[in-house]
């Protein structure tokens, strides 16, 4: 079965860096557009960044030039470079795979921005 798995989250001060991880099993993952998203308390989530298989991007308007969406199809993982975090970008980070119409999600992973 398609299994995504998040990691790299964790707390980081303010104007730090994270990269989040995303390791997928049962998919052919070179196929298969990723994305990350992100969700706070009582609102939807929303896109950070998608990446087709073949490494054509897009990011949230309000993610551009902060985050680097990649993939590394080789180790079926997807990944997220985060610089310059804002307290703002607190938040449970998703990973998305999309197979036709059918989308899988991870488990997320909780990434809190704090002195």
């Known amino acids: 079965q398609v299994q995504l798995v998040e990691s790299g989250g964790g707390l980081v001060q303010p104007g730090g860096s994270l990269r989040l991880s995303c390791a997928a099993s049962?998919?052919?993952?070179?196929?298969?557009?990723m994305g990350w998203y992100r969700q706070t308390p009582g609102n939807q989530r929303e896109l950070v960044a998608e990446?087709?298989?073949?490494?054509?991007?897009n990011y949230g308007d309000s993610m551009k030039g902060r985050h680097t969406i990649s993939r590394d199809n080789a180790k079926n993982t997807l990944y997220l470079q985060m610089n310059s975090l804002k307290p703002e970008d607190t938040a449970v980070y998703y990973c998305?795979?999309?197979?036709?119409?059918?989308?899988?999600w991870g488990q997320g992973t909780q990434v809190t921005v704090s002195s």
């Open positions: 998305k795979g999309k197979l036709g119409l059918r989308e899988y």
């Open positions: 990446i087709t298989g073949s490494g054509s991007t």
């Open positions: 049962g998919i052919i993952f070179e196929m298969v557009p």
